[in-house]
């Protein structure tokens, strides 16, 4: 056999062995940001400050990498428990509210989606939303559902709720702030879905950082509501670690298909770190929401831009002159990298997303924003 006809052979073997769904999607792209100003993906930009970089470095030193991680993460989670006020949420309300770590946000999904995966009941979001929804939807071979947000990028309640009626979903998530539209859906919104529907509902809350809505009392008042959160965006987004929280008998199902030691020594000693030092991380969300309110009033004198308000570490805006594809690539010849949302989602149309920064960060992003709405630069073949 020649090596062509070996090769033919394998392509042929693929075609058959992966499932037709997987072959028909592509990978989750993350683009190259070498030597550009990174502001497409929601990271605070600010590292630990002196003392406290030395002092987590040296917490390090004292990992034994040679061994496996606690299979639990029972210092973790006693100390997201802590945070979260969790013994007062079970006390209170008479259940027992668990948790559960993930590496990211991202495995918290996957993880509750191949325990409720269901070819006859799917999962079912609002959109645009977090594309991974729908990618982890086809991962495991559930049916996906998106509802469209209203023009406003709100959830038009009578038509998801009809929608949920039609479809019964198993899982449906509401991201709450939304990425990427940055706004919060009513209280009163939510519970009706939580209402209407006969599949958990997960609300997640990775942007709880900066908004002052906070939903974790719901997974102790209903039954079917699971709230997940992740330290990513408070400023470890390299650390990936996402948790849910939620009642122990959801949790417990949940922790049967997670995949042993999926929280690395690194990760743990880090969290435990960071968890012991959160005002810090608080102090500089807290600066980011600052930075936020400035970058938006900026983005309000630009004529030719329209900013939507958000309540996220990001700020979606919608180009009304020039193409906004056009204004990501000369962005990026600028050396600001943001991300560009146009033909994502109908709703998207025109529209880019800019990661809040330092003030510093922000004005480059400005100034490389006026240089690409004025026509000036050339656009990257």
Same mark, same amino acid.
């Given at each position: 056999?020649?090596?062509?006809?070996?090769?033919?052979?394998?392509?042929?073997?693929?075609?058959?062995?992966?499932?037709?769904?997987?072959? =028909?999607?592509?990978?989750?792209?993350?683009?190259?940001? %070498?030597?550009?100003?990174?502001?497409?993906?929601?990271?605070?930009?600010?590292?630990?400050?002196?003392?406290?970089?030395?002092?987590?470095?040296?917490?390090?030193?004292?990992?034994? @990498?040679?061994?496996?991680?606690?299979?639990?993460?029972?210092?973790?989670?006693?100390?997201? !428990?802590?945070?979260?006020?969790?013994?007062?949420?079970?006390?209170?309300?008479?259940?027992?509210?668990?948790?559960?770590?993930?590496?990211?946000?991202?495995?918290?999904?996957?993880?509750?989606?191949?325990?409720?995966?269901?070819?006859?009941?799917?999962?079912m979001a609002p959109e645009p939303g977090f594309v991974m929804y729908g990618m982890i939807a086809k991962f495991?071979?559930?049916?996906?559902?998106?509802?469209?947000?209203?023009?406003?990028?709100?959830?038009?309640?009578?038509?998801?709720?009809?929608?949920?009626?039609?479809?019964?979903?198993?899982?449906?998530?509401?991201?709450?702030?939304?990425?990427?539209?940055?706004?919060?859906? %009513?209280?009163?919104?939510?519970? !009706?879905?939580?209402?209407?529907?006969?599949?958990?509902?997960?609300?997640?809350? =990775?942007?709880?950082?900066?908004?002052? %809505?906070?939903?974790?009392?719901?997974?102790?008042?209903?039954?079917?509501?699971?709230?997940?959160?992740?330290?990513?965006?408070?400023?470890? @987004?390299?650390?990936?670690?996402?948790?849910?929280?939620?009642?122990?008998?959801?949790?417990?199902?949940?922790?049967?298909?997670?995949?042993?030691?999926?929280?690395?020594?690194?990760?743990?000693?880090? @969290?435990?770190?960071?968890?012991?030092?959160?005002?810090?991380?608080?102090?500089?969300?807290?600066?980011?929401?600052?930075?936020? %309110?400035?970058?938006?009033?900026?983005?309000?004198?630009?004529?030719?831009?329209?900013?939507?308000?958000?309540?996220?570490?990001?700020?979606?805006?919608?180009?009304?002159?020039?193409?906004?594809?056009?204004?990501?690539?000369?962005?990026?010849?600028?050396?600001?990298?943001?991300?560009?949302?146009?033909?994502?989602?109908?709703?998207?149309?025109?529209?880019?997303?800019?990661?809040?920064?330092?003030?510093?960060?922000?004005?480059?992003?400005?100034?490389?924003?006026?240089?690409?709405?004025?026509?000036?630069?050339?656009?990257?073949?």
């Amino acid at each position: 056999m020649t090596a062509k006809s070996a090769s033919d052979n394998k392509q042929g073997l693929i075609d058959v062995l992966v499932r037709t769904e997987i072959r =028909a999607i592509a990978s989750y792209h993350v683009p190259d940001s %070498s030597g550009l100003l990174k502001l497409d993906a929601m990271e605070n930009p600010n590292p630990w400050p002196g003392p406290l970089q030395a002092e987590w470095q040296q917490a390090l030193s004292l990992v034994e @990498a040679n061994r496996y991680p606690d299979p639990g993460g029972r210092a973790v989670k006693a100390g997201l !428990r802590a945070l979260m006020n969790l013994d007062e949420l079970s006390a209170e309300s008479n259940q027992d509210i668990d948790i559960l770590l993930g590496n990211g946000s991202d495995e918290i999904i996957q993880i509750l989606a191949m325990a409720l995966a269901n070819p006859d009941r799917g999962i079912m979001a609002p959109e645009p939303g977090f594309v991974m929804y729908g990618m982890i939807a086809k991962f495991v071979g559930m049916p996906y559902v998106g509802v469209d947000l209203d023009e406003n990028f709100d959830l038009d309640i009578d038509n998801f709720v009809a929608q949920v009626k039609v479809h019964n979903p198993a899982l449906i998530f509401l991201a709450v702030p939304n990425n990427p539209t940055g706004n919060v859906f %009513s209280l009163e919104a939510i519970e !009706r879905v939580v209402e209407a529907s006969d599949g958990l509902v997960v609300i997640d809350e =990775a942007y709880i950082a900066f908004t002052d %809505s906070d939903l974790l009392s719901l997974c102790a008042h209903y039954e079917n509501v699971v709230v997940m959160r992740t330290l990513s965006k408070v400023g470890l @987004a390299g650390l990936r670690l996402g948790f849910l929280m939620g009642r122990k008998a959801w949790l417990d199902e949940f922790d049967k298909v997670r995949l042993p030691y999926n929280i690395n020594v690194l990760t743990q000693a880090s @969290a435990e770190f960071a968890l012991k030092n959160y005002d810090v991380l608080v102090a500089q969300t807290e600066a980011l929401r600052d930075e936020r %309110s400035n970058l938006f009033n900026r983005l309000m004198q630009i004529e030719t831009v329209e900013p939507f308000e958000s309540e996220a570490n990001f700020i979606l805006v919608r180009c009304l002159d020039k193409p906004a594809r056009q204004v990501f690539e000369v962005m990026k010849t600028e050396g600001v990298l943001i991300k560009c949302l146009d033909g994502a989602h109908p709703l998207l149309t025109s529209c880019l997303r800019l990661t809040v920064g330092n003030r510093d960060d922000n004005e480059r992003m400005i100034e490389a924003l006026t240089v690409a709405l004025n026509g000036d630069g050339a656009t990257a073949e």
